[in-house]
């Protein structure tokens, strides 16, 4: 019954913006850590930011470090994650997913809920 649905890929213009979405239902998630990673063809998925209920206090992979804006809105049951300045090496599959440690964690292994992934192409 849970699902994490994510939305708003596209492609863009490398130094463009996107916003990701990512709506949950079946649950809320307001006091669980949230979290966003990516996967680009031929390449492990990896961690890219992710959220605490508490503060909440953020956690950005250094690639992405001041260009990416992981944010949620509880009442809406909903992650977000803003994208700025984009380049072409953040061309990937995104997902958003729900973390079972509490404080959040980098590792794909402590994820259990998964959305279905939204493609970004960032153009040259």
């Known amino acids: 019954q849970v699902q994490l649905v994510e939305s708003g890929g596209g492609l863009v213009q490398a130094g463009g913006s996107l916003r990701l979405s990512c709506a949950a239902s079946?649950?809320?998630?307001?006091?669980?850590?949230m979290g966003w990673f990516r996967q680009a063809p031929g390449k492990e998925r990896e961690f890219v930011a992710g959220?605490?209920?508490?503060?909440?206090?953020?956690d950005y992979t250094d690639s992405v470090k001041g260009r990416f804006t992981i944010s949620r809105d509880n009442a809406k049951n909903t992650v977000y994650l803003q994208m700025n300045s984009l380049k072409p090496e953040d061309t990937a599959a995104y997902y958003c997913?729900?973390?079972?440690?509490?404080?959040?964690?980098?590792?794909?292994?402590?994820?259990?809920?998964w959305g279905q992934g939204t493609q970004v192409t960032v153009s040259s």
């Open positions: 079946g649950r809320t998630f307001s006091r669980d850590a």
């Open positions: 997913a729900h973390c079972v440690r509490p404080y959040g964690s980098r590792q794909l292994r402590d994820y259990d809920y």
């Open positions: 959220i605490t209920w508490s503060g909440p206090s953020t």
